[in-house]
């Protein structure tokens, strides 16, 4: 905040926002970058910045209003449009507020409810950069916690921060030029795309990097190339998160793996698999919470893979999968353990169902036909099968469908091959399931909610924004994922082209957990990390572990004499926060988001239902 003396009356106030985001496109540590510049502004000045402004921007996270309050911030303006400047309304707004609060601030009605996006629809007109810019974030989480984990020394402040600046450019709302839609092709309109995509470009080669520096990795291990001095004999798998993750790991066959066999540093042997095309899958199982794993590779390096064939069925010991060869759906899919068909056909040809709206009404959409399937690995760990078809809208479209032995999820990867077409059209996923009984939840930064039943009178109830997940409990529910568009006027691109990939995890599971919802969710779109040649020769031990399920942490973050923990509690409901240390640290405390200390910490403190905590953690002495 700044006053300066001028014959004119000068007050300018800094707002708590770095940007005006598409908030629902955050995830939730990047809602905590969005106000850092105005905690470290008031940090600096010792002037305490109370009131925040979205423009412009109809639609905003239910993660806002947490942020928000953990920074300080009394106030949020929010409106749709901008205007006239007026120079009497900012004197006009302090006073009002003033006598305003003091007089009705305790009898004003409360009104709760997400208030779900207007405008992050616009998003799916750059889908690959979108998806692009979501991993970047939660790959600025890894960073951090790797840090942490790894004891980096190296003040990482200034890249971190600038690389979470960069993920908040891509997300601010400003998406393009004026006449993006009406003059797509003009010189204007293609340098400020460029400018806007650079952002996640960028991104995520200085993540790859800081990633890459962090854990020391040796030049010949970072890219694929493929180079045949290298001789891979053990991998390091790290788990960021703070419970145990089982998950199968790939092997790429530049890396040079000196044989087939995989064994983990107790000499046990582990599930692996050579596939068709060189790589090597095997299962890092019960990966310990913020730890690591040592996995050696020996015996046979000219093992032969297994062969493709011909036909519409792979199954595992949990899974029986059947693609539909009109379409290259998913026709059937079978749950071995409770005999239930999870399909629901009555409404689309089966799960993952491409269709194509020509304009604006659903009415006029069109389907792909004659797939071509083929079962393209077959094996004792791994299965999948791949269907290519012509689609509208697209050159082609390919589907790949992956099954893992013991490891209760279903794997869904879809690339298109998109045409460069100006007509306004959507492109959408169906999902028809076939589950008895329940509701629906979507996660968003911070909390969990049931459309309309907790949305606020007046959110978007065109379409919702996950975070990570959708859990999807009612009886043949029909669930829509609306991949990429081109229906704004203005700012959003007019078309997108070439190959986009589009990702999705099955996880049919019994009576609706959060928690196990957002683990599952997290461990797919923030993996464990491969560490090749690593250093070391057994795993890291947990740097903590949290006794309490439904408690995790979403990320550490190195500090000058430690880290910060922030800890997030899945559910609605209060629980209790007990942490068991590897090494027990000087001094632990709570702290607001960046780690100025706001109370001494004890085992057994309550954390509310959907409640964030941060904790500061002391190695030494100094705090």
């Known amino acids: 905040m700044v006053k300066a003396e001028s014959p004119f009356k000068v007050s300018i106030e800094h707002g708590a926002m770095f940007a005006h985001e598409l908030s629902e496109l955050c995830n939730t540590e990047e809602l905590i970058q969005l106000i850092a510049s105005a905690r470290h502004i008031r940090d600096l000045t010792g002037k305490e910045i109370l009131s925040a402004m979205i423009t412009d921007v109809p639609g905003w996270s239910w993660g806002l209003v947490p942020v928000l309050s953990g920074s300080g911030v009394k106030y949020l303006s929010l409106g749709t449009n901008y205007g006239p400047t007026d120079p009497f309304l900012p004197d006009m707004v302090v006073q009002w507020n003033k006598e305003f609060e003091s007089l009705y601030g305790h009898v004003l009605p409360t009104v709760r409810g997400a208030f779900t996006g207007y405008w992050e629809d616009g998003a799916a007109s750059s889908a690959k950069m979108t998806g692009l810019n979501r991993q970047n974030a939660g790959n600025a989480s890894i960073i951090n916690s790797l840090a942490v984990l790894k004891n980096n020394n190296e003040d990482l402040s200034d890249q971190i921060y600038e690389l979470w600046r960069k993920i908040l450019l891509y997300d601010e709302h400003t998406w393009g030029a004026y006449n993006s839609i009406s003059e797509p092709e003009s010189d204007f309109a293609l340098q400020q795309w460029a400018v806007k995509s650079s952002y996640a470009r960028d991104a995520a080669l200085q993540a790859h990097k800081m990633r890459d520096d962090i854990l020391n990795i040796d030049s010949r291990w970072r890219d694929n190339t493929g180079r045949v001095e290298n001789r891979l004999t053990k991998v390091e798998i790290i788990n960021t998160h703070s419970w145990p993750v089982t998950a199968a790991i790939e092997i790429h066959p530049s890396w040079g793996p000196a044989g087939t066999t995989v064994r983990d540093e107790n000499g046990n042997k582990v599930a692996s698999q050579l596939m068709s095309i060189g790589h090597i899958y095997f299962i890092a199982e019960n990966v310990p919470p913020l730890a690591s794993k040592i996995y050696f590779f020996s015996g046979d390096a000219t093992a032969k893979p297994g062969k493709t064939k011909q036909g519409n069925i792979i199954e595992n010991d949990l899974f029986i999968l059947k693609v539909n060869e009109s379409d290259g759906s998913i026709k059937s899919l079978t749950d071995r353990r409770n005999n239930i068909e999870l399909v629901n056909n009555s409404e689309l040809p089966g799960l993952n169902s491409y269709f194509y709206v020509e304009g604006r009404s659903p009415e006029i959409k069109y389907s792909p036909s004659e797939a071509s399937v083929e079962v393209i690995e077959e094996g004792d760990l791994l299965s999948v099968i791949k269907t290519e078809s012509a689609a509208p809208g697209c050159e082609n479209i390919t589907n790949y469908y992956t099954l893992v032995k013991g ?116 461990e797919e779109s923030e993996r464990l990390v491969v560490v090749p040649e690593s250093s070391i020769d057994r795993g890291m031990e947990p740097l903590f572990r949290i006794n309490n399920d439904n408690i995790i942490c979403i990320t550490l973050i190195p500090t000058e004499d430690g880290y910060l923990i922030r800890l997030y509690n899945t559910g609605g409901v209060p629980e209790k926060l007990e942490i068991s240390w590897r090494d027990k640290p000087e001094q632990v405390w709570f702290s607001d988001f960046d780690g100025k200390t706001t109370g001494s910490y004890e085992n057994g403190t309550m954390v509310p239902g959907y409640g964030i905590r941060t904790i500061k953690v002391s190695i030494n002495d100094e705090l």
């Open 407 to 522: 490891i209760e999820k279903v794997y869904i990867t879809t690339v298109t091959d998109k045409k460069k077409i100006y007509m306004q059209e959507g492109v959408h996923l169906g999902f028809p399931f076939n589950i008895p009984g329940g509701d629906i939840h979507i996660d968003l930064a911070l909390g969990v909610y049931e459309p309309d039943a907790d949305q606020a009178e007046g959110a978007c109830k065109n379409y919702f924004t996950p975070e990570g997940w959708v859990d999807d409990t009612p009886e043949s529910q029909t669930i829509y994922s609306y991949i990429m568009n081109n229906y704004w006027e203005t700012n959003y691109l007019a078309a997108q082209e070439g190959y986009i990939t589009f990702r999705y995890v099955l996880h049919p599971h019994g009576m609706f957990n959060s928690a196990i919802s957002e683990k599952r969710a997290t």
